[in-house]
C-alpha cells in the first residue's frame, strides 16, 4: 500500500506546486483580498474533487471488475495522456502570467461556491483523475471504490496544504516570480519530468 501511495503524494503535490490556474487564483486572491479570502477558495476548489473522485471511482470500478485487459488498457491510456500532457507542457510559455484585474471583493460563501464550481466544471480534471488514479490501486481485486477515495482524499489533502502556504505567503511569492523569470522554466521542466515519471511508474 505505501509503495503505491508515497510516489503517488510526492507525485500530486510536485504537481501542485507547478503554476496553473488554480494555484495562481489562490494567489491573485491572497494579494487582492487577503489571507482568509484565499483559503476560503482553496477550501471550494479542493472540495470540488470529491465529485470528479466519485466518478472515476464508481465509474472504473465497475469496469476493473470486468477485466483485468480492460484495467490494462485503462492503465494504459493513463500514461499516454500523462505523456502528452508532458508534451503540452514542453510546448507552452515558461513565463508565469498572473493579474489581480477583474478580481473584487466577494463573501466567503461566494468564494467558496466559486472555487467549487470552478473545479467541478472543469472536465479536464475528470480525465486527468482517470489517467492517474488507476495506475496507484494498491489491490485491484479489492475494494477498489475505498481505495480510490483514499488516493482522492489524499490529493485534496496535499492540495489543501498547499494553496493555505500560497495564500498566507502570496506576497511574498508574487514579488519573487516577478523578480526571478527563470522560476518559470524550473517549474516548467519539473511538471514535464513528473508527468514523464508518472506515466512511466504507471506502466511499469
Not at 63 to 81: D, M, N, T, V
Not at 157 to 174: H, N, R, T
Request: aromatic fraction near 14%; hydrophobic fraction near 55%; charge should be positive.
Amino acid at each position: 500500500m505505501l509503495e503505491q501511495l508515497i510516489p503517488f503524494f510526492t507525485a500530486t503535490i510536485l504537481l501542485t506546486l507547478a503554476p496553473g490556474p488554480d494555484n495562481i487564483y489562490v494567489l491573485v486572491q491572497g494579494m487582492v483580498n487577503g489571507k482568509k479570502h484565499a483559503i476560503i477558495t482553496a477550501l471550494g476548489l479542493v472540495s470540488g474533487v470529491l465529485v470528479h473522485t466519485t466518478l472515476v471511482a464508481f465509474g472504473v470500478s465497475a469496469i476493473i471488475k470486468q477485466s483485468e485487459s480492460i484495467f490494462l488498457i485503462i492503465k494504459c491510456f493513463g500514461a499516454a495522456y500523462l505523456f502528452y500532457l508532458a508534451y503540452k507542457v514542453f510546448k507552452s510559455d515558461p513565463n508565469i502570467a498572473f493579474s489581480a484585474e477583474g478580481i473584487q471583493q466577494k463573501s466567503l460563501f461566494a468564494l467558496y461556491r466559486q472555487g467549487f464550481i470552478m473545479n467541478v466544471l472543469n472536465p479536464k480534471i475528470t480525465i486527468f483523475f482517470l489517467a492517474l488514479l488507476p495506475g496507484f490501486l494498491w489491490e485491484p481485486e479489492g475494494n477498489t471504490v475505498i481505495q480510490f477515495y483514499i488516493l482522492g482524499l489524499l490529493f485534496m489533502l496535499q492540495g489543501f496544504l498547499i494553496f493555505v502556504l500560497v495564500a498566507i505567503l502570496a506576497g511574498s511569492i508574487s514579488r519573487y516570480l516577478q523578480k526571478h523569470q527563470n522560476a518559470g522554466v524550473v517549474l516548467k521542466w519539473t511538471q514535464i519530468v513528473v508527468f514523464i515519471g508518472i506515466g512511466i511508474f504507471i506502466l511499469l
